[in-house]
Structures are given as structure tokens and as C-alpha cells.
């Protein structure tokens, strides 16, 4: 699951076993390199026919985290979260869409690493995912990490600490605020700050701690 680097677009490219076999079960087809070896971060949804999982990769840590790539990963996790779900309701139109969840790089539970032939706990892995404050070892419903995701009004409480809710602009926290903390923020109504020159807004953020 990415995004088109030229149109912009996001897709779900399927990876085939080599040796698959479409007329009969093919059990354990792939393995846990194919999931690691992959340019990280990553995004993959896996299929055992009875739920459904998307795994998310890492963050190297040399490769550093800035506020557009943040924004633009949250966007990319959101796209594939929305991708599982839609796949999850067309399996099978006369049943229940089977559960999905949401599982992380290094903290895969056993009803994960089970599929694969063999697994290998990488510990550096886990490190990094860690110290990621939103992750836990825990395997989450995706509908609601992406009703998270899709969260539109945040307490000011919650824009001025850090780090961030999951998934905010940290370039535009004053649309997540009510009118009321708005205006308690910045001392003036959302009319008159849109008035101001964007030169203004930003300064007026930067001294409100809301930048």
C-alpha cells in the first residue's frame, strides 16, 4: 500500500508468491523478510481469510522525521487504513466484514507471526517503534485508530502539548480548535485572524505557542 510519488495517488499493488498456486490453498506463501526488507516505512495488508491485518512499518532512524513528511505519513496511514476497511467489506457481501487490525514492526502478536514459516523477534525493530508515544504492543482495531485519524476538534490543552495528537497539521492547530478556545487562544474571532496578512497569523500563532 503507497502513494504515487508523480499523480499523487494512493494504491494497493498485490504481492504474488512466485510459486502460487490459484486452484489450491497455499499455506504460509511469504515471509518475513518480504515485510522487512520492504523500504520503510511501509504500509502491507495480510489476509489469513479469517481477519485482516495491516502492518506498519518503521522509521529508520537516520532517516530524520519533519513536520511535511509526518503530515504526509498520517495522510498515507489514513489512505491505507480507509483501502483495508473497503477491502475488508468486499470480501464477502453476504457476511460481516471480517475484523481488521492494526499491528507495528517489531511488536507483532503471535496470531501475526504465526502465518509466516518462521519469524525472528527483532528487538531493534521494537526499539524504534517505541518511541513512537502513539504505539503499543497491543493489536487495535484499524475503524478505530482511523476514527482517531479523522478527528477534526481537539482541546487546546492538547494543541499546546507535546507531541502532537496523531495525524494534526502541526502548521494549522487553530483549525482543530472550537470557537470558543479560538478565541480564548488568540484573542480574537476566526473572521479577524483570517483577515490578517499570513505573515501576521503566523506570528500571532508563534507567540500563542500555537506554531
Known sequence: LDR???SGDFSATEFMYPARDPSVVNSMPFLQEDLYSAPQPALFLVDNHHEV???????????????SARIRWASDRKSAMETVLQYC???NLKKPPPKSYL???GLEPLTFTNMFPSWEHREDIAEITEMDTEVSNQITLVEDVLAKLCKT???LADLLARPLPEGVDPLKLEIYLTDEDFEFALDMTRDEYNALPAWKQVNLKKAKGLF
Request: hydrophobic share 35%; net charge positive.
Open 4 to 6: 504515487s510519488g508523480s
Open 53 to 67: 491485518y495491516l502492518w506498519q512499518g518503521w522509521w529508520p532512524i537516520e532517516n530524520k522525521i519533519t513536520g
Open 89 to 91: 467489506r468486499g470480501k
Open 103 to 105: 499491528i507495528h514492526a
Open 153 to 155: 476538534i481537539y482541546p
